[in-house]
């Protein structure tokens, strides 16, 4: 068993990896943002905001102070959104070692600088960071199913180690040292599965469904070898695992999203009504800006991109997706062309 870990973050995901984590550590720090919140989970051992009905075990200690959360801590998981990384990091720097090991837990990629997770802290902190990703649910996993992750860093050894982190008999972790890859397949399934729940908002059938999955994964190939990354990455658990995942499974935030833009709900209205944070509708933009940076073909990003922030009706969309021209099942992925 491994002595203590401070995860910075408790909305569902966040607090899930607690409880699953509970029975691999003797001490979890758990910081929690809103202190009203973290007053009751210290009270009722359970987070009735983000994850109600799942108790904390006793060695999962919720805490207000982000000084206090990380100061002397070995390792940090950090599951924070991904547009609060940079400044979470920012207020944990002048307490955090050299030799603590920073793990990635969010799906996302900054706006303005086109950085992922590890980019970012790697960035702030001048140190390597490791990720973890993969398909699955916060909810299912705080319930103990039978789940699967992707632990991936550029060394190798230190990808194994987190394997072994986050392993038990409910959780399998494979190892990869494609991090570029396993992060970018996290973050773009998040734009596919909008757009597939836009699809399912219309009421467009299985045939639209698959379709869009099918060619999405393809747009997040492109993308993800333009940047660096591995092909096969994006058939494995953090590309075809969490797209398939998260396009037809009904916890899933990001498809419940367009679900409701497919039904004539506007943006601001969804978001206004949802507790926790849909990364898809961020991360679009960066896709925007990525196809835009290195004129990549991804019709169904780009479309997605100008429903939710151009006000393009979703209808006309499909429509001008069917007429983009196309060449070859997988043109533009480095290593399968």
Not at 34 to 54: A, D, I, V, Y
Not at 173 to 187: H, P, Q, R, T, Y
Not at 214 to 223: A, F, N, Q
Not at 260 to 277: A, C, D, P, R, S
Request: aromatic share 6%.
């Amino acid at each position: 068993m491994h002595k203590q870990i401070s995860i910075i973050g408790a909305g569902s995901w966040g607090t899930a990896l607690a409880i699953h984590l509970a029975d691999n550590f003797s001490q979890i720090s758990l910081w929690v943002y809103e202190k009203q919140l973290c007053e009751s989970m210290t009270c009722t051992r359970e987070n009735p905001w983000f994850l109600p009905g799942h108790h904390l075990p006793d060695n999962i200690h919720p805490i207000s102070s982000l000084q206090d959360a990380v100061k002397g801590q070995p390792i940090i998981l950090l599951v924070v959104p991904t547009h609060a990384i940079r400044q979470t990091l920012f207020k944990i720097k002048p307490y955090i070692s050299k030799d603590c090991l920073v793990i990635n837990a969010s799906k996302g990629i900054e706006n303005d600088t086109l950085l992922t997770g590890h980019q970012i802290i790697q960035e702030i902190l001048d140190i390597s960071a490791a990720t973890i990703s993969g398909p699955t649910f916060a909810m299912e996993v705080a319930k103990g199913v039978p789940s699967a992750l992707l632990a991936s860093a550029k060394n190798l050894d230190t990808a194994i180690e987190v394997q072994k982190i986050f392993t038990n008999e409910n959780m399998k972790v494979f190892a990869s040292n494609d991090l570029v890859g396993v992060e970018i397949g996290g973050a773009l399934k998040n734009v596919i599965a909008i757009a597939t729940g836009i699809s399912d908002g219309l009421g467009l059938g299985f045939n639209t469904r698959a379709a869009l999955i099918t060619r999405g994964l393809v747009e997040i190939s492109r993308i993800g070898t333009r940047l660096g990354a591995k092909p096969e990455t994006f058939y494995g658990m953090t590309g075809l695992g969490d797209l398939v995942l998260t396009c037809t499974g009904e916890l899933s935030r990001n498809r419940q999203l367009g679900i409701q833009l497919g039904k004539g709900k506007n943006l601001k209205e969804i978001t206004e009504n949802m507790k926790m944070v849909a990364e898809g509708v961020l991360t679009v933009k960066s896709a925007y800006s990525l196809i835009k940076k290195f004129n990549i073909q991804a019709a169904i990003m780009e479309e997605t991109y100008l429903v939710l922030h151009e006000n393009k009706v979703p209808v006309q969309a499909l429509d001008d997706l069917m007429k983009v021209e196309i060449s070859t099942e997988f043109a533009g992925i480095k290593g399968l062309e």
